[in-house]
């Protein structure tokens, strides 16, 4: 509700910023998606190193 309110504020004070960054926004999504996803794999990728070597700790109870 609030990024509502602030999107209002902006329209009324300067409205071609506005109407710009509504025009801008879905491709500077599509831009950063890849690095999203990258982060996401980067992040999966050092989980499982993580869960591999605590794996024999798990086994033994050792917290």
Do not use: H, Q
Request: aromatic fraction near 20%; charge should be positive.
């Amino acid at each position: 509700m609030l990024t509502f309110i602030l999107w209002c504020i902006l329209f009324i004070i300067c409205w071609p910023i506005a109407i710009a960054a509504l025009i801008l926004y879905p491709f500077v999504w599509l831009l950063l998606l890849p690095f999203r996803l990258l982060g996401f794999a980067v992040e999966l990728s050092f989980d499982l190193v993580r869960n591999i070597f605590m794996l024999p700790f798990r086994i033994l109870g050792v917290k």
